[in-house]
Every structure is written in C-alpha cells, then in structure tokens.
C-alpha cells in the first residue's frame, strides 16, 4: 500500500512539475493561437503597454466591444488591446444558437485570440500567469467574468488587474496607461 501512495504522489508532484515548465516567464515568450487561425506573438509588443481581456464567444450584441475598439483607436500608439474569447461563462462551446464572434461583428481592429479556458483546471497558460503571483510577480487574482482586464505594461510587468464591472474607458484605465 505504501508504495502505491509513493507512486501516486510521485505521480502528482512530477505532474505538477511538468504543468509549471509549461508556463513562460516573460508575458513576451507567449505565442496564442488567433482566431483567425494565424499566431499572436506577444514579443513583438516588447515596449508597449498591453490590455488583456477576456471576452464573450458569443456574438449577441455588446457594446463592450465597441468600447474596446474606440479605446484601441485612440490609444493604440500607448497600449495594444487583445481580446481573449473564453469558454468559460454563457453558453457551452459549439452551441449553435448564436454566432461565434468574429473581428468583423463589431469591425474590432486589435487583436482577437481564438477560444480558451481562463478559469478551471483547463485554464491556457497565458492565464496561469496573469492570475498567479508566482508567475506575473504582482498578485494571485481569478477572472469574475467576461471584461475582466489585465494590464502589462512596457517592460512586460503585470501592473494593474481591473474587475470586469469597469468599464475600459475609466478613471482608474485611463490612469494605468498614463493618459
């Protein structure tokens, strides 16, 4: 019996260990899958600020995203803005009853990254280390729900996480990126 519980927390820690190398160090070591099926390299926004967001997968109408992208507009030269599709709140993923949202659905010009799991033990590695102090050396933090915003900033420091209820173009956003 014993060497069953050794075997098993053997199994656990190594398991733990391998999950942990997978997740990079610097937010710029990150390559995500688009949702255009090409790749989103993180490193080429070495020196910019970048606002990550996690978004519906659903394409019923939210202002939200247009908010996104009038932010995105006017602040593009300062800060990029990647939208997260995630899997995790409203509806089951392949549910057909809505449209999968798609950069065209509300002429969203920032990048938009394919669906992923930003909570569960499905969690993508990006978000790993935006919600683990472990990783981001700033916070442990859990996404609440879609709109849920993490700043990096230039030197590719998580800096700033803002609850989802505020809204992108706020005091408190506006602050963060130096505007």
Not at 49 to 71: H, W
């Amino acid at each position: 019996m014993k060497s069953y519980i050794f075997i098993f927390c053997s199994f656990l820690f190594f398991t733990a260990s391998a999950q942990e190398g997978t997740i990079p160090e610097s937010i710029y070591d990150f390559k995500v899958t688009a949702q255009n099926g090409g790749t989103i390299d993180l490193a080429q926004y070495r020196g910019k600020k970048i606002l990550i967001v996690n978004t519906p997968t659903e394409a019923f109408y939210n202002p939200r995203y247009a908010e996104l992208e009038s932010f995105y507009k006017q602040h593009k030269d300062k800060v990029v803005v990647i939208a997260f599709l995630d899997q995790d709140f409203g509806p089951a993923p392949g549910d057909s009853k809505a449209p999968k949202i798609a950069d065209k659905d509300y002429n969203v010009s920032f990048p938009l990254a394919a669906e992923i799991f930003v909570k569960s033990n499905k969690m993508a590695p990006i978000y790993h280390w935006l919600t683990e102090e472990k990783y981001n050396h700033l916070k442990d933090s859990e996404v609440k729900w879609d709109f849920q915003k993490y700043l990096i900033n230039e030197q590719g420091n998580l800096v700033a996480v803002f609850d989802p209820k505020v809204k992108v173009n706020s005091p408190q956003v506006l602050a963060a990126i130096g505007q």
